[in-house]
């Protein structure tokens, strides 16, 4: 065909027949290039002497046991600790034993106060029960010293002269107290001792006057 044919036929639309593509260059199935010279698929990279295998570790080295080698992660052996290091830890570990079981000793011989305590108070209310003898028109108040307190009990002139006496005594039993004969104030002393508020020995010896030195007395010519 001519050129003047061809160009006519390609004016009119018509195109050029493609050129039939080489057989090296066809692509494979696969979608992997073939190897130099189109003989077969290309040859992996890590073949031959020296090259490492499937199942490989990488940085194995043939006939060495596997795991981590030095600078890789292992450890250094920890140094062991000298005979001072470990009395002392000793020492630590019995001293903190010691004080552990001191602190379970201490709060059970509380427990343990306290659970007499209650035992004993109930003890006391079922004893005194319709025992008191405070009077209602009862307008003399007597003085008396209780747990670093001074405290007070209204009596009459005849149960202050009992009082004084020791024939009567004070106990104290839930917040208040208790006018009692010297008989009930022993039994309840027997009882919850710490309950006895006031307790006149008749034979005790009277305290001797603080201000019986010459220097506190008042002249009889002094007026007030």
């Known amino acids: 065909m001519s050129d003047t044919l061809r160009d006519q036929l390609m004016g009119?639309?018509?195109?050029?027949?493609?050129?039939?593509?080489?057989?090296?260059?066809?692509?494979?199935r696969d979608g992997r290039p073939q190897g130099k010279g189109g003989n077969g698929p290309a040859k992996p990279q890590g073949t031959g002497n020296?090259?490492?295998?499937?199942?490989?570790?990488?940085?194995?080295?043939?006939?060495?046991?596997?795991?981590?080698?030095r600078g890789q992660g292992a450890q250094s052996?920890?140094?062991?600790?000298?005979?001072?290091?470990?009395d002392l830890a000793k020492a630590y570990a019995i001293r903190a034993q010691r004080e552990k079981e001191e602190r379970i000793e201490a709060e059970r011989?509380?427990?343990?106060?306290?659970?007499?305590?209650?035992?004993a108070k109930a003890k006391l209310e079922e004893l005194l029960k319709d025992k008191g003898l405070n009077a209602e028109d009862a307008d003399i108040a007597r003085h008396f010293p209780y747990g670093g307190?001074?405290?007070r009990i209204?009596?009459?002139?005849?149960?202050?002269?009992?009082?004084?006496?020791?024939?009567l005594g004070v106990v104290q039993l839930n917040g208040r107290y208790l006018l009692v004969t010297a008989e009930v104030l022993a039994q309840s002393e027997a009882v919850f001792a710490a309950s006895v508020a006031l307790k006149v020995?008749?034979?005790?010896?009277?305290?001797?006057?603080?201000?019986?030195d010459p220097q506190y007395q008042v002249p009889d010519d002094l007026v007030w």
């Open 77 to 86: 052996p920890r140094k062991p600790r000298s005979a001072e290091e470990m």
């Open 154 to 167: 209204y009596v009459t002139a005849e149960q202050l002269t009992a009082l004084n006496a020791g024939q």
């Open 149 to 151: 307190k001074i405290k």
């Open 12 to 28: 009119l639309g018509f195109k050029p027949a493609p050129k039939p593509e080489r057989k090296n260059d066809a692509p494979r």
């Open 50 to 69: 020296g090259e490492r295998k499937p199942g490989e570790r990488r940085g194995h080295v043939p006939g060495k046991p596997g795991g981590p080698t």
């Open 201 to 212: 020995d008749p034979n005790a010896p009277a305290e001797e006057d603080p201000y019986a």
């Open 109 to 119: 011989l509380k427990q343990e106060e306290a659970r007499v305590r209650r035992e």
